[in-house]
């Protein structure tokens, strides 16, 4: 049972081994209820949370092509997996759901490269993009 819906715990959203200040607290519950608990009943099993919020120190130390201002920097965004499926299955769930109204507009991200297989969404306007 989790601490933000019924699938979701706010330790799944630490990072580097810290907890998410306070302030961001709502919006990390509203992450959870409006995408993360509606895809993760639609897919039937657990979704993990790849990432969660992240410190600012962290998410200039990725490597990449990483957003500046990005949604996880606010708890707005998680990067997801569906154990037991391909990043592409779970890609095709969260578009489905956004299509049938079962989740609001939304950002999805398709990242299925070798190391970093997982599904971004985030709270902020409708779009999609894939980054191999």
Not at 42 to 65: F, M, T, Y
């Amino acid at each position: 049972m989790g601490d933000l819906t019924k699938h979701f715990s706010l330790h799944e959203f630490a990072c580097d081994g810290q907890i998410p200040p306070k302030t961001f607290h709502p919006n990390i519950r509203a992450l959870c209820e409006r995408l993360l608990q509606p895809i993760r009943e639609a897919a039937g099993g657990p979704i993990k949370v790849v990432s969660g919020w992240r410190s600012k120190k962290h998410n200039d130390a990725l490597p990449g092509k990483v957003a500046e201002d990005s949604y996880h920097l606010y708890g707005w965004a998680a990067d997801i997996r569906w154990l037991g499926h391909k990043t592409e299955e779970l890609h095709a769930l969260v578009i489905r759901l956004r299509q049938e109204g079962k989740i609001p507009p939304c950002g999805i991200g398709l990242y299925p490269g070798r190391r970093n297989l997982f599904v971004h969404v985030d709270l902020g306007p409708s779009r999609d993009w894939t980054i191999e």
